[in-house]
Structure formats: C-alpha cells, structure tokens
C-alpha cells in the first residue's frame, strides 16, 4: 500500500498490541510501510527520506537528549537526529534505501532508554504511572523528611553537654532507620540513572545528584556506626533527606508541567477519530478504524465527531467547526457538494462524506506536522545550554574531586561534605531544563487558547516585538460564543425563558446552543427534539405538567414575522 493510502495520525499501537513500548519481536512489525507511516511522513519527492516523531523515556535532562542524538546519530541510515528534553520527543531523519524504523530503535536497547511512536495510546496512561510513582517517592521523603528532622532538632537546640552520649547516639540511629526509606526507594530515580550513565560510560545530570546523595548517606552512617571516629562529631540525615524531598518536589512539579504541555499539545494533534461508519458495496454501513479509510469511501460523520479525511459531503446538512484549521471562530454551513476538511468538527447532524484526500495529503496532516516540529524544536538558548550541558557537568565533578582534595590533609569528614556541597549547590539539571520547560509551557498555553506555535524560537523573539498587525479579525476573535442579553415576551420572565430555551439547546452541540446552557443553571426535561441545520431546535417540554411544542433557533423557524432571529434565545409557543 502506498502512503496516500494510510490515515495520519493512527494509533499505535496496531491492533492486538497492547500500549506497552514495543518489544523487540514487535519492533520488525513497523518496518511494514503502512505502520511507518502512522508516525512519520516522506521528505521531498521520492527521495527515499523519512521524518518519524518519536516519544522517549528514562529521560530526565539535556545529557540524555544529548545522548540520545549520539547514539541514534550513529546508526547507519539515520541522517539526523533531533531531541527535546522538556518535551521527551524527538525527530529522526532516515533513509528507507539503508535503514527502517526497528533497526535505529534497537540501537537504544540496553542504553536505558525507551522509544515509542507518538501516537502511542498508552502513552497518556505512562505518564500518569510515572506521576503516581512520583507523587508516592515525594510522599515518603517528605513524611521521613519530617521525623528525621524531628530527632535532628535536639542536637541543634541543646547545651553543650545537656544531652548524654547515649540519647545523641540513639537519636542517630532513629535518623539512620528513617532515611533508609528514602535512599531505598526514593532515591531510587536518580541512582538508577547514575548507574546507566556509568554503565554506558557517560556523565549524566542525576550522576553528581546521586553521587552527592550516596557520600553524605555513607559519610553519615560512619558517624552513626563509629561515633567515636573520622566522622562522627556530626550526621547529615536531616539536610539528605531534606535535599532528596525538594528535589523530589522540583522533578514532580517539572513531570506535571510537562504532562500537562504534552496533554494539551496532544489533544489538538491527535484529534481525529479511531474509528469510522463506511460505506459497504452493498450499502450497508460498518465500523472501521480510521487506518481503513480510502480515496473514494463514503463514511457517515456523526454530530460532535471529527472528520477523519478531506472530502465531499454527498448527503445531508450541518454546521461545522473548523476553528482550528481555518481560524474562523464562527461555524459554517456545508450542505451537499460543499467541502470539509479532516479535524474539524461536525455541529449539526449526521453527514455521508465521500473521501478526498486521507493521510499525509490532508490539511490537517501538514498541521500537525508543524505543531509536532514546535513541540520538539529547540530555542537559541536551550541549543546553547546542550552545548555547555556536559562540559558544565565535567567542570562540576573535577571542582568537587578539587576541593575535596585540598580539605583531605585538614579534614577528612570536613572534605568530603565540601565535595558534597560542590556536587549539590551547582544544580547542573536547572541549566538544561529551565529554558525548553518553560517554552514548552508557553506554547501549551497558547496552544489551549487557540493560538498555533510552529517554532518556540518564536516565543523568544516574541520579547523583541514592539508592534503586531493582524491580517483580520477572526484572528483576535474568541471562538464561544456568550450570552449577553435576554429579551422576553411579556407574561415569561427571564428564568423561565433560560430554563426552556437550555432545555432544547442541551441536545445541540451549536455554539449558540452552549452558549446557552453555560449561561443557565438548569434546564427543563425536552422530548423528541429534532434539530435543523441552520434554523433551530424543535421538542416538546412539559408547562404546567402539559406538554407543550417549542422551538429555539431562527425568525423562520420559530413562526416569528418581521425582523432576524435575535440572538438571545427564546422559546416561542406556536
């Protein structure tokens, strides 16, 4: 099958593979093209390039995007490679005539590291474990951290002398039992890091955390075990356990404001249905994934679903939504022969839309294709921090080796906690993260505003713009619409009139119609209503307990002479 035949995006996995990352025996499965192409798109015209997005995990920090592009950048086949920390995606250029998608895949295994397509259902349901393990190794730390400063507390505060060796040495063991929560399982993240880093001859970003964390643990369980020796005039369980917790803290906030980017980042390119209603040839109707669709299909849309192709609409009426691709905030009018276009929004009522263009030759490929770029491009500045990035990181550990060095003579406990404080207090993970995390943010933020971002390097050079021109309105107009008066008749207060009018505008997915019932705290019970696109809604509610025809929607359609439909809804009794 070519690639104009392949809906983009798809879901991944293929049926009958469950949402984990792919395995090695599943990995060969994407070199099949129609599986490629759910998540990667051809560069110019048969050249035999393709560009796959792809989601990494184990990543925590510029030196792993770093060495992510390393590893994969050796890989015969694969031009070029592109990966974003903040965001964990990355972009690999390759060429079919040399290699396939599970060759440069498998070149992570045993790296530590994981890669999946984008368009991984499982992915949301990863990142959420990966929150909740998170949020359990914050709790630990944070309730040890407590106890631990809670027999920490009287070696600050008592007289020389007020405390008895005895009661000093079993307040270090209680500290001592309190941290092995921490460093067994809270640590956790970091040591396994560290230990990749090493395993790989590397230097990561959790490699002087985690060492840091180790030396003031063993520093102080020598002064616990020996109180009489090299290190035993002071423990540090407080200020570890303390350090691990805020660390902890400042990792959970960063993974939440990344899943929350990539959450909505997600939702607007991920937007099309994975199923459809096509057409059979003997004009029956049946249910298939949206991979399925062809040139040529006739599928049936139904209200508040997304168009999953280009095409033609062959029979029925509706309004469509088509705010994100076209920046028109108000919906249209498509009626037969009209066009619609993939991603939007059916308002109105169902639909037959006869295939035009699926895939990559969709409008709404090429913008998804723009919004994964912004996802993953990187500003001046975050290419700036990779580059000094490991070279930081190598500076770091040669200053703590350094000063640990010059105090050893003076004094050996003294000198590996100065060593300690170099590793610790330089924070190498700010310098990497910072940058890209908070453009990555900007652009989530925008992007659930309505507002596209196609290269964060724009969210930069935005500081520099002393003057905007807006090629038109639409551009600066909100895309709900809000209620903002209601005129009634006499006899019908406002209350009653909001009541009846949400009533019928509950079952419509209308502008007009939301607007409604966002303004209205509750709504009358509507039966048998029947909605026609681009006049109204028409039902029976219950007056009095007596059911009574109503209409809400246009001059025409509610028997109303003389003048155009007022946009304050009101129901009309015939």
């Known amino acids: 099958m070519q690639g104009a035949d392949a809906p983009f995006p798809a879901s ?26 759910a998540f990667s798109r051809p560069l110019g015209a048969g050249g035999g390039l393709w560009e796959s997005f792809v989601a990494f995990e184990g990543m925590h920090c510029a030196a792993c995007a770093i060495t992510l592009e390393q590893v994969l950048g050796r890989v015969q086949g694969v031009v070029r490679v592109e990966v974003n920390a903040a965001s964990q995606r990355g972009r690999v250029i390759w060429d079919e005539q040399v290699a396939r998608p599970s060759r440069w895949m498998r070149a ?43 027999y920490a507390v009287p070696a600050y505060i008592a007289e020389p002398g007020a405390m008895t060796p005895d009661l000093e040495h079993l307040l270090r063991w209680a500290q001592w039992v309190l941290s092995l929560p921490v460093m067994l399982f809270s640590c956790r993240p970091f040591f396994n890091a560290a230990r990749r880093d090493l395993r790989c001859r590397r230097i990561g970003m959790d490699l002087p955390v985690a060492l840091g964390m180790l030396l003031t643990f063993i520093v102080s369980s020598l002064g616990t075990f020996e109180p009489e020796g090299a290190f035993g005039h002071q423990v540090y369980f407080d200020s570890l356990t303390m350090f691990v917790f805020f660390l902890l803290a400042g990792r959970w906030l960063e993974t939440r404001l990344r899943d929350r980017s990539a959450g909505a980042l997600e939702a607007l390119m991920h937007r099309l ?40 609409v062959v029979a029925g009426a509706t309004t469509v939504d088509e705010a994100l691709l076209t920046g028109e905030s108000r919906p249209v009018a498509r009626d037969v022969g009209h066009a619609v276009i993939a991603g939007s929004y059916n308002l109105g009522a169902p639909v037959d839309v006869r295939v035009r263009a699926v895939g990559l030759q969709t409008r ?58 170099v590793l ?18 900007s652009a989530a933020a925008l992007a659930r505003r309505g507002i596209r971002v196609r290269r964060l390097q724009a969210i930069e050079t935005l500081t520099q713009v002393d003057t905007m021109v807006f090629d038109k309105t639409g551009t600066l107009t909100s895309d709900a619409f809000v209620l903002v008066g209601v ?19 509950s ?19 509507a039966r048998e209503v029947q909605e026609t696109a681009g006049q109204g809604l028409q039902g029976s509610l219950e007056v009095a307990g007596v059911p009574v025809l109503h209409r809400l929607g246009s001059a025409a359609l509610c028997g109303v002479a003389g003048g155009q439909s007022d946009r304050s809804s009101r129901p009309v009794d015939p």
């Open 273 to 312: 249905p994975d199923s459809v209603e096509r057409r059979e040839a003997d004009g029956t109707w049946r249910r298939v994934t949206a991979r399925r669709v062809r040139v040529g299909d006739v599928v049936r849309v139904l209200p508040g679903a997304a168009f999953v192709a280009d095409g033609e």
């Open 108 to 150: 992570l295994e045993g790296s530590g590291y994981g890669v999946l397509p984008v368009q991984d259902i499982g992915a949301g349901a990863r990142r959420q474990a990966e929150s909740r393990r998170m949020l359990w190794r914050l709790g630990v730390a944070g309730v040890c951290m407590m106890q631990v400063m809670m």
């Open 364 to 421: 709404y490929a090429h913008i998804v294709a723009l919004m994964e770029q912004a996802a993953i491009g990187k500003p001046d500045l975050a290419r700036l921090a990779d580059r000094v990035a490991k070279p930081f990181l190598a500076a770091v550990l040669l200053a703590a080796a350094l000063a640990g060095a010059w105090w050893w003579p003076i004094d050996p406990a003294r000198a590996v906690m100065v060593a300690v404080a």
């Open 424 to 441: 610790v207090v330089t924070c190498p993970c700010a310098l990497s993260l910072a940058t890209p995390a908070a453009m990555l943010a």
């Open 12 to 37: 991944w996995p293929p049926p009958g593979r469950s949402g984990a990352p792919a395995a090695e025996s599943d990995l060969s499965l994407l070199d099949e093209r129609d599986e490629w192409q």
């Open 487 to 505: 005129r009634t008749r006499s006899g019908v207060t406002r209350e009653q009139a909001l009541m009846l009018a949400a009533g019928l505008a």
């Open 507 to 525: 079952h419509s997915l209308h502008p007009v119609s939301r607007a409604i019932v966002a303004a209205t705290g509750g709504c009358a019970q």
